[in-house]
């Protein structure tokens, strides 16, 4: 049974930095396919990054630029670098996991704040 642990969240400054890692438990890791989604509060969840387990990645356009997705197989983690943050990307970040159809994983979230 997979288990995903996200951290890394917490309060900052608009224009700040935070780095969210999602440790995956089991040793698959290196076949998945990774995510990072978020909702915001009243909001519907909506994609913001993914990561191929070929290293392959994507993001949503209103992170493009400020946004890293990575992932360090021998540590069964994939991380999410978030520089420039604004008040609007306030909102509880999931990692997600994806195998086939074999494995859609969700993690418990981490919440981030970006406020004076």
């Known amino acids: 049974q997979v288990q995903l642990v996200e951290s890394g969240g917490g309060l900052v400054q608009p224009g700040g930095s935070l780095k969210l890692s999602c440790a995956a438990s089991?040793?698959?890791?290196?076949?998945?396919?990774m995510g990072w989604y978020r909702q915001a509060p009243g909001k519907q969840r909506e994609l913001v990054a993914t990561?191929?387990?070929?290293?392959?990645?994507d993001y949503t356009d209103s992170v493009k630029g400020r946004f890293t997705i990575s992932r360090d197989n021998a540590k069964n983690t994939v991380y999410l670098q978030m520089n420039s943050l604004k008040p609007e990307d306030t909102a509880v970040y999931y990692c997600?996991?994806?195998?086939?159809?074999?494995?859609?994983?969700w993690g418990q979230g981490t919440l981030v704040t970006v406020s004076t």
């Open positions: 997600n996991a994806k195998f086939l159809r074999a494995l859609d994983k």
């Open positions: 089991g040793s698959g890791f290196a076949l998945y396919d």
């Open positions: 990561i191929t387990r070929g290293g392959n990645t």
